[in-house]
Structure formats: C-alpha cells, structure tokens
C-alpha cells in the first residue's frame, strides 16, 4: 500500500511549491465563448492550485477506499484463518501438556480439535498417537505412528513412536525389527541402538547383540571402555550357553575371549577358569584368577582358585594362596582370605588378629562373625563362639558371597541374570546379585571340628552349655569374666609373642 502513495505524495508536495512560487497576484482566465465572445470566466493561481491538490486527495482517498473495499474479503478469509490457527495452536498447546501430565483423554480431546482446526497432519497425527498412546489405544496409536513412518519427513518420529509401543508391549521381535530399521539411517539414533541391543540379549541373541555392538563401535555411538565390558559380558553369556549345549571347544574359546577384554571381570574369569581347568589347563586358569584378583578381587575367585591346588599338599597350597593375596594385599577380599587360610592350618589366634581390623565396623557382616565364631570356637571359646554365632543370624549379608551357589558352580546365571549383566556391568561396570536379590540359599562360610557347617543363614553351636538351674540363671560367672573381645585377643597376642 505504501509504494502506491509515493507518487501523489510527491506530486502534492510539488504542488505546494508552486502554491509558494506563484503567490496571489497572477490569475488563470478561462473564456467559454458561444458566439462571439464578449466575457470570460477566470479563477486565481493559488484556488487553482488548491484544485488542482484536492482533487489529487480526493482520486487517493477513492482509490484507496476501492483498493480496501477489493481486498475485504481476502482480509477477512485471514483473520479468520489466523484465529483458527490461533485455536490450533492453543489446542496443540493444551494437548500436549495433557500428555505430560498422563491425561489420555484430554489430550485426545485436544489433539482432535487440532486436528480439527489446523492443516497440519503430522503434527495433529503425532499427538494423536500419544494421546492414544496414554490412554492405552495402542491399535490407534499404531496407526498414527504408522502414517508418520510412512513420510520420509516424519520417518524418525514414527520408527520411535512404533519401537516404544512394542517396546511397552514386551514384543522383542516388533522391538528388533523397528530398531533395526532406525539403525540403518545414515544418522541412527541412540534409542535405535539401545533397544535393539536389550531386546536381543532379553531373547539370549548373544550373537546377534554382538553384532549389534559392533555397529555401535563403527558408529562411536558408546566408548571404548563400554564397548569392551559389553562384549566381554556377551561373549561370557554366549560361553555359558555354549557350554550347556555340549560344545565345549566353542565355550572355552568365547571364554577366554571374554577373559582377554575384561580381566577384571569375576564371573567371567570364573566361568573361564572352570572351563581351563576341565580342559587340564590348571596353570592357565591360575594366571587369569590372579590378574582378575589383582584388579578387583571377589570371594569366588578365591574359591576357584583353591580348587585348582585340590591334588597339592596343604604346605603347596597354603603358598599359592599366599602369593594370591600378595597380588593385592590391601583388599577387603584379601584380608579376609588370609583369615581363611589361618583357619585352614588352625591358627586362630592368627586369624582374631587379622579379624580384628575388619571387625571393627560398626556393623562386620554374617560372612565375618562366621569367621570370628570359627576362631573362637577353635581356640576353645565356646560362649564367644556362640556370641559370635548370634551376631551372624542378624548381621547383613554380603552380596558377593551369595554368589556362590552351594549346589552349583559361581555365577550360576539364568539367561535373564545374563540380560540384567550385560546392562549394569557394561554401561558402568556393576556386578549384579540375583542370589541375593532373592534371598537364595548361601554357600557355608567355614566348617568347625565337628564338621557342622556354619553358614550366614544357620551356623551350628560346637558345645553346649550346661542347662540352666535355679541357682544358676546359664550364666557362668567364671567363664564371662574378662570377655571383652579386645582385652583378650591382647593377652592372646602377648602369649604368641612370649612363646
């Protein structure tokens, strides 16, 4: 509209420069002559200037009155549709926050009106389907995300909308073949990985999650170190598979591997071990129990690695089990195993010695009031060693020593243990408890003379006290004198150092 008042504007200024120029004293004479002429008419300079300026007012004025008049109906179409699209928007608007905020049927309601007002099919399809997809509508919300497959444009959004409604359904087959679909795209999604990755190892597709892996190493989707725990669990998983299967030759050689890419990894040192060992590879299977020892120590390797020496004399085995510990004397692990070695040779002032640092805390678990019930019932301490036996009824249970299954081999995993690992150990190196988890039985911690066990769950009294009198309440004043655990592993001490 501007561009169409430059010219009058300029030719009104124009005209008021001449208005200034010609001043009052010069007139315009204008004679209309019918016959002869004998008069004329006649006007001024300036009122013909005037004229001449209004008249071009007047031709701007009309002419911007027809321009408004002709273009009316076009402004009103578009006032309309930006109030519809105002409409929409706040449909939209409210739609989606309906979907935050869980509300399925508003957010249906919502997206219908969007629909309804705006000429946007992806963007009213994408709501629809989440607002299906909240009210639990999953055919509807299968629908929409389908249509937005369907548009390369709206490709991406509609392959995630599909992975996650299979993903909620607990459909891993529907889960894999719409990740593998988002994988192949030049830019593929994190979620494309991650989901494919967790359907095919909730399937035990070892193989195939290895795979996938290595899409994700070629892509630097994940770092290096994740990448190897990852596989290092897969391949243990698949190891263990194989080797329930019979095809020994195949499970040793995923173990190793296994073994090679995580040396600190126990489940799969012990699973590797075992197998070494089986295969007459005892002197192998030693080296990895000692590497993994030396980076993360765990109660099963320990156990693991004593049963190699079962053939060697005590004195040969009492000397590997030390250069075990020496590998990382500082541990908690390595420590308690040299607890157990002293109880081995029946040295239980040795072992209260080392126990005492560990039983300092403020609340030792059942797996070391066993081992304290153990030294002391050694020593003849019968009222300590019970003490030591209730403590352990009560104390907390260490999750690592559940592990070891008394019927069966360490790390005893079912095919969803194996899931569970290959998510908490790759992503951040976290050992999983399943044992623990489910309050299972537990492996006995020590065995006492008369070859009772004493577990963390029921640990067997060695002596008996002698039943109570009504004189005598069970206590025995003599023998509860001086009982403080301290004071008398001192004069223990003191004895050991005289002799």
Not at 85 to 92: I, K, M, N, P, S
Not at 224 to 232: F, H, M, T, V
Not at 242 to 254: R, S, T
Not at 444 to 468: F, G, L
Request: some cysteine.
């Amino acid at each position: 509209m501007a561009r169409w008042l430059i010219l009058p504007l300029i030719l009104l200024v124009a005209l008021a420069g001449l208005l200034v120029y010609v001043g009052s004293e010069r007139y315009i004479q204008y004679e209309f002559v019918i016959g002869k002429p004998t008069e004329g008419l006649y006007v001024s300079m300036q009122a013909a200037i005037a004229i001449c300026a209004a008249l071009v007012v007047t031709i701007v004025l009309l002419w911007s009155l027809l321009t408004w008049m002709w273009r009316l109906p076009t402004r009103m179409k578009k006032g309309m549709g930006r109030r519809r699209g105002e409409q929409g928007l706040d449909a939209v608007e409210q739609a989606l926050l309906a979907v935050e905020s869980g509300d399925g049927t508003a957010a249906f309601k919502k997206a219908k009106k969007a629909s309804e007002l705006l000429n946007r099919p992806n963007l009213t399809a994408l709501i629809s389907a989440k607002a299906a997809e909240i009210r639990g509508e999953h055919d509807d919300a299968h629908t929409h995300y389908t249509s937005l497959r369907d548009n390369p444009e709206t490709e991406a959004a509609g392959l995630r909308g599909l992975a996650r409604l299979s993903e909620n359904r607990g459909d891993h087959v529907a889960s894999i073949e719409v990740a593998k679909a988002a994988l192949e795209s030049q830019k593929a999604p994190m979620w494309a990985f991650d989901l494919l990755y967790t359907s095919q190892t909730a399937l035990a597709d070892w193989e195939g999650a290895l795979e996938t892996l290595a899409i994700a190493e070629k892509r630097k989707l994940l770092g290096k170190d994740e990448i190897r725990r990852r596989r290092a669990v897969l391949l243990a998983a698949n190891a263990s598979a194989l080797d329930d299967k019979g095809q020994f030759a195949e499970a040793l050689d995923q173990a190793k591997r296994a073994v090679d890419l995580s040396p600190g990894f126990a489940p799969g040192v012990a699973l590797a071990a075992r197998l070494l060992a089986k295969d007459g590879q005892g002197k192998k299977a030693a080296q990895i129990i000692e590497k993994a020892w030396s980076r993360s120590p765990h109660p099963a390797l320990s156990i693991a690695y004593r049963d190699l020496w079962q053939g060697e004399t005590a004195k040969a085995t009492a000397k590997k089990i030390k250069h075990l510990i020496k590998t990382n004397g500082s541990h908690r692990e390595s420590k308690i195993l040299a607890v157990e070695q002293a109880l081995a040779v029946g040295d239980g002032v040795a072992a209260l010695s080392m126990l005492d640092e560990l039983l300092r805390d403020a609340e030792p678990s059942a797996r070391l009031c066993t081992l304290a019930a153990q030294a002391e019932n050694m020593l003849g301490n019968g009222i300590d060693a019970r003490t030591w036996q209730n403590r352990a009824a009560s104390a907390p249970i260490e999750a690592d020593w559940s592990d070891l299954d008394p019927d069966g081999d360490a790390f005893n995993y079912t095919d969803s243990d194996w899931q569970k690992l290959a998510l908490s150990y790759g992503k951040n190196g976290t050992l999983i408890h399943p044992r623990y988890e489910a309050g299972k039985r537990r492996r006995a911690v020590v065995t006492i003379k008369n070859d009772a066990p004493i577990s963390e769950d029921n640990v067997e009294k060695s002596d008996e006290a002698p039943p109570p009198s009504p004189d005598n309440p069970g206590v025995d004043n003599k023998a509860t004198e001086n009982q403080d655990l301290a004071g008398r592993l001192e004069n223990l001490l003191d004895d050991s150092n005289r002799s």
